[in-house]
């Protein structure tokens, strides 16, 4: 057997369920032999949508996800989406054939590309070792929430594996819950119990549990590892997918797996433990954008917290007295540069890594353990439930202004262009509910992010932590494939829609019943607006009016071009029917100022 072979069998055998890719010569082999394994392949039309499908997949099905892709130039197209996944910390795998020899044309140094982008670096050396040295990045990227790139050096791949050299491949532990030490507990406890406004700030490490590939101590079925459940999807590259079957278990510990052989299992939900906590000491609940929806549905949550929140969420973050991070960084975008904390607040951060804690501000206390555990650790050791912020006036602020389409504003729509906010109230309530929304980088993200809600936290996929556009549809891709039983709506603005639009092929092809919503104001309008009102010329980031609705009616997708709310029934009518072809909406919104968050986000840079 060649070392490829061996190669894409172990991966699955590690628990390596998806793949996503563009494949040459250099990685034929090695992404052949996972499918060969049972793996299933998603082909992208350019390594960059592939990269950031894989990351979606991750950040959205709790599995370990694989990008393959071919030597030097698969992986430099690939690297804006590698860098993505490693500063958003996915466990990620990034599977590239190298070449070793300088003089080749294909040439370049990866492990330096690797290192550049926050990515750990690794090669299988020989093909005696390679299962073993594939094993291992699976487990790193598993127990230190990494994207890894695992080189693949052409001779070695396609070298025999000797008799006598490893074979066996298993998936790796899960990492394992930090325990909170007994002293943070207490004092986070006598915070809590003193405290007359605590509000609680979840972020990405409130989502979920670590990646749980099939394991010893994770029975259930392979690609069962999702919101899907039941049936797995009848998929493949070309045909598309039947969705599967959901179930839920009858408690509140997190969302149902059930095996083949009947077994229901759950998995940890931090949701439960703190919202029991919350409950306690009369806490508000809020998230990073990264978490949003892991509170939907509850009265006393307060949606975003940063720049995307409501005018009602701001006032009662600043007039908190304690402010507890749960997993989260607490970092200028949620914390609005630090102007949602009070002067008086005391700031309290919860996270698994110590390096973590107090990188992005002071911290009053710094608690290092597992979002869940230490949530129910602090539980155990409350006293008396206590009215804390949920007094009867704030629960009717929220129930009447909590979310920012409760908010009166002035529709700015002509006959020619639709104001981005009644656009996206409007979608709000035409689209189901049970959606999975994937939102691009631009002036226009905040009205998705604050307007379109989801149904939890795996409803919202928010890949901006390097803040490029063209991200967008291919995040949507990857999270609509870990939740084949939900609409998945891509937000997109028109210089990420068309600066990714290649990836509309790949929609077309898997057969996703998706809608794509381009908030087209014939711009880069973040550099419009900021640079703008001084006086700078703007013809370098304007552009003509392009019909992005015929690009989409090429690739095979229905298509609307919404210039006011009445042109919105064709969407509707979309919902009602078959939905046999995906839907493009290209909506010509109001472009005459910049959205509220862009200033903020301007400080940044």
């Known amino acids: 057997m060649k070392a490829a072979e061996a190669i894409g069998r172990a ?3 590690a628990g390596v369920r998806q793949v996503f890719g563009v494949v040459g010569s250099g990685n034929f ?5 996972m499918i060969a394994a049972g793996a299933r392949f998603v082909a992208a039309r350019h390594e960059g949508g592939a990269a950031t499908m894989a990351d979606a997949y991750a ?25 993505e996944a490693a500063k958003s910390r996915t466990p990620l795998v990034v599977l590239a054939a190298e070449v070793t020899e300088p003089r080749s044309n294909f040439y370049v140094d990866q492990e330096a590309l690797a290192h550049a982008v926050g990515a750990v670096s690794v090669r299988v050396t020989s093909a005696q070792e390679a299962v073993v040295q594939a094993c291992a990045a699976v487990g790193l990227a598993v127990r230190e929430r990494r994207t890894v790139l695992l080189n693949l050096p052409l001779p070695v791949q396609a070298s025999d594996v000797p008799d006598g050299a490893p074979a066996q491949a298993a998936p790796p532990p ?7 030490d007994a002293d943070g507990v ?3 406890a006598e915070l809590l119990g003193r405290s007359r406004r605590p509000v609680f700030v979840a972020g990405r490490g409130s989502r979920g549990p670590s990646p749980c590939p099939q394991s010893p101590a994770c029975p259930a079925t392979p690609g069962t590892h999702s919101r899907r459940t039941g049936r797995k999807p009848t998929y493949n590259q070309y045909e598309g997918f039947r969705p599967a079957r959901r179930e839920h278990a009858p408690d509140a510990a997190g969302p149902a797996l059930r095996a083949d052989d009947g077994t229901l299992r759950t998995r940890p939900s931090s949701r439960a433990a703190l919202e029991a906590l919350a409950e306690r ?10 978490a949003r929806g892991l509170f939907h549905g509850n009265p006393w949550s307060l949606d975003i917290s940063g720049g995307f929140a409501s005018p009602l969420a701001c006032e009662l973050i600043r007039g908190a007295d304690l402010i507890v991070g749960w997993g989260c960084a607490l970092n200028m975008w949620t914390m609005r540069h630090g102007s949602l904390i009070g002067a008086e607040a005391t700031v309290v951060q919860v996270d698994d890594e110590p390096s973590a804690l107090g990188v992005h501000r002071q911290v009053d206390l710094g608690v290092t353990g597992d979002v869940r555990l230490t949530a129910r650790r602090v539980l155990d050791a409350a006293g008396e439930r206590r009215q804390g912020y949920r007094s009867p006036e704030t629960g009717a602020a929220l129930a009447a202004r909590g979310r920012l389409r409760d908010v009166p504003y002035e529709d700015t729509s002509t006959r020619e262009r639709i104001d981005p906010r009644t656009l996206s109230i409007a979608l709000d309530d035409i689209l189901p509910a049970e959606r999975v929304l994937g939102v691009d980088s631009g002036n226009f993200m905040g009205y998705p992010s604050a307007y379109l809600s989801v149904p939890d936290e795996k409803g919202f996929c928010f890949t901006q932590a390097f803040q490029s556009i063209g991200l967008g549809l291919a995040t949507t891709i990857g999270a609509a494939l870990a939740q084949p039983d939900r609409l998945p709506v891509a937000a997109l603005g028109d210089g990420g829609a068309l600066m990714g639009a290649v990836e509309l092929d790949t929609v077309r092809r898997l057969g996703l019943p998706m809608v794509v919503v381009v908030y087209d104001d014939e711009a880069y309008g973040a550099e419009v607006h900021h640079f703008g009102p001084d006086g700078h ?10 019909d992005i609705a015929a690009v989409g009616r090429g690739y095979g997708f229905e298509a609307v071009t919404v210039r006011t709310r009445a042109d919105l029934k064709a969407v509707a009518d979309w919902v009602a029917g078959p939905r046999s072809a995906p839907l493009l909406i290209d909506a010509k919104v109001v472009a005459d100022h910049g959205s509220w968050w862009l200033e903020e986000a301007f400080r940044g840079h």
């Open 537 to 546: 010329p703007l013809d370098t980031v304007r552009f003509p009016p392009t």
């Open 59 to 83: 950040r959205t099905s709790g599995e370990v996800a694989v990008v393959s892709v071919h030597q030097g130039p698969g992986l430099t197209n690939a690297m804006t989406g590698i860098a």
């Open 11 to 13: 991966l699955y055998a």
């Open 174 to 180: 899960d990492r394992a819950a930090v325990e909170p």
């Open 186 to 188: 207490t004092a986070l």
């Open 281 to 290: 000491h009369g806490a508000l609940l809020a998230t990073s954008a990264v």
């Open 29 to 33: 082999h090695v992404t052949n032999a």
